[in-house]
Nanobody, 123 residues
């Protein structure tokens, strides 16, 4: 059974940092692209960042560029999202995703989704 499990969320003050992790199980995800999305209350789920299967290519939403960094460890089937200089508008449930149809900001690339981890940034 394929599972993506996010961890690392929590409450942090504005300007602080968090590191999210997403561990995959049920198959080898080394050839899958991986991504992070987020959904704030009352808003649609939006793209945050993506990384190609090799890790050679990354993509970021303009709103997080320069503050967030995506990385992956294929030996651990895990993708990370380092979030620095957090702002209250970063508050959301963060979801990880995996897929083999391509990589980038389209949800259609991703076949598997985690349950999400809450990130709350206080002002």
């Amino acid at each position: 059974q394929v599972q993506l499990v996010e961890s690392g969320g929590g409450l942090v003050q504005a300007g602080g940092s968090l590191r999210l992790s997403c561990a995959a199980s049920g198959r080898t995800f080394s050839t899958y692209s991986r991504a992070w999305y987020r959904q704030a209350p009352g808003k649609v789920r939006e793209f945050v960042s993506a990384i190609s299967w090799s890790g050679a290519n990354t993509n970021y939403a303009d709103s997080v560029k320069g503050r967030f960094t995506i990385s992956r460890d294929n030996t651990k089937n895990t993708v990370y999202l380092q979030m620095n200089s957090l702002k209250p508008e970063d508050t959301a449930v963060y979801y990880c995703a995996a897929g083999r149809s391509g990589w980038g900001n389209s949800k259609t690339f991703y076949d598997y989704w985690g349950q999400g981890t809450q990130v709350t940034v206080s002002s």
